[in-house]
């Protein structure tokens, strides 16, 4: 079975500035998708940016991009710019291709807060 | 348009009581989805469904967990004889075919005394 492991319950980040939310996560499979989602105090789990194993380039949405270590199996969050409205629970997530079905497997999350 | 909804949003019931929660997807969506978010964890899979029927449901954590969607849009979770541990929030998903983006709804918010 895949687990997704957030080792950083809580992170706090000037507005403006950069910050790095971490996600490890283990499989033996070679061919998966990885996300990252906000969820903010309405509950509603909003997709951030999605990234394809077998691709190797980083992903990026706008602010949000992605250091994606295959062999490592880490793949860590970069917000640039931080913004109030980025302030959120954010949520690391795992999908197989190579099995049947099409469910998510989340981390633990981690606490983001934008300090004005 | 329209997004995902979930009713209720909120729901208190004693220990014991039989309650349903119900997922509306987005119109079209063959695939639903739901999962628990238990306090200060991470959602946790439920039950996936493929049109009207249950493709996969191997995180329903007993039988007093019941999931339908009888015409392959509406879905709802039914849990029998509710225990204090089933306290959490149940969020359902939906997406357009299995390996697209799953779109999430507010969740339901379910309290057991």
């Known amino acids: 079975a895949q687990t997704v492991t957030q080792s950083q319950p809580e992170m706090s980040v000037q507005e403006a500035e950069t910050v790095t939310l971490s996600c490890t996560y283990d499989?033996?499979?070679?061919?998966?998708?990885l996300f990252w989602y906000k969820q903010p105090p309405s509950r509603q789990m909003i997709l951030v940016i999605r990234?394809?194993?077998?691709?190797?380039q980083n992903a990026t949405e706008n602010r949000f991009s992605v250091n994606f270590q295959k062999a490592a199996k880490s793949f860590s969050l970069k917000i640039s710019d931080s913004q109030l409205g980025d302030a959120a629970m954010y949520f690391c997530?795992?999908?197989?291709?190579?099995?049947?079905?099409?469910?998510?497997?989340f981390g633990e999350g981690t606490q983001l807060t934008v300090n004005p | 348009g329209a997004g995902v909804s979930q009713t209720p949003s909120n729901k208190v019931t004693e220990k014991g009581k039989y309650v349903e929660l119900r997922c509306d997807p987005i119109?079209?969506?063959?695939?639903l989805y739901w999962y628990r978010q238990s306090l200060g964890q991470g959602p946790e899979f439920l039950i996936y469904?493929?049109?009207?029927?249950?493709?996969?449901d191997s995180g329903l954590p007993n039988d007093r967990f019941f999931a339908v969607r009888p015409e392959g849009s509406v879905s709802t979770l039914k849990i029998q004889r509710t225990e204090r541990g089933d306290s959490a929030v149940y969020l359902c998903?939906?997406?357009?075919?299995?390996?697209?983006?799953?779109?999430f709804g507010p969740g339901t918010r379910l309290t057991v005394l």
């Open positions: 469904f493929q049109g009207t029927g249950a493709a996969d």
């Open positions: 499989t033996s499979e070679s061919d998966y998708y």
């Open positions: 997530a795992y999908r197989s291709v190579e099995t049947s079905g099409s469910r998510l497997t």
């Open positions: 998903a939906s997406s357009s075919s299995p390996y697209n983006e799953q779109f």
């Open positions: 990234q394809e194993a077998y691709k190797q």
């Open positions: 119109s079209g969506h063959t695939a």
